[in-house]
């Protein structure tokens, strides 16, 4: 691998982890913007007495909102579990064994 510290791959991969983040990023408040919406015309369409606490009012923001919990886990957890030097590490296992089998033909 190129020892450079900002090659060509390496600013690629960042390019691509700004674009995700920035895609969860926008994703968030879009849920947000229209779940506010959904509040406020929930409560305008409360009948007096009527509480707000109703499973009904919660199905999107709940539904939703696990979404965001996978998307926001398909984003920044990766990194953590699979981070660059695993990368590393994988890319070399790889091209070992392309090596010895290139050997055997």
Same mark, same amino acid.
């Given at each position: 691998?190129?020892?450079?510290? =900002?090659?060509?791959?390496?600013?690629?991969? +960042?390019?691509? $982890?700004?674009?995700? @983040?920035?895609?969860?990023?926008?994703?968030?408040?879009?849920?947000? &913007?229209?779940?506010? @919406?959904?509040?406020?015309?929930?409560?305008?369409?409360?009948?007096? /007495?009527?509480?707000?606490? $109703?499973?009904?009012?919660? @199905?999107?923001? /709940?539904?939703? /909102?696990?979404? @965001?919990? &996978?998307?926001?886990?398909?984003? =920044?957890?990766?990194? =953590? +579990?699979? /981070?660059? +030097?695993?990368?590393?590490?994988? &890319?070399?296992?790889?091209?070992?064994?392309?090596?010895?089998?290139? $050997?055997?033909?």
């Amino acid at each position: 691998m190129d020892s450079k510290p =900002f090659n060509n791959e390496r600013i690629e991969r +960042a390019r691509k $982890q700004v674009k995700r @983040i920035k895609g969860f990023y926008t994703h968030l408040l879009i849920y947000s &913007i229209v779940n506010l @919406i959904f509040v406020f015309i929930n409560i305008q369409n409360l009948d007096p /007495g009527e509480s707000y606490f $109703q499973l009904r009012n919660f @199905i999107t923001l /709940g539904t939703w /909102g696990i979404a @965001i919990i &996978i998307h926001a886990l398909s984003v =920044f957890l990766p990194h =953590f +579990a699979f /981070g660059s +030097a695993w990368e590393q590490r994988k &890319i070399k296992e790889y091209m070992e064994k392309e090596e010895k089998h290139q $050997q055997w033909d």
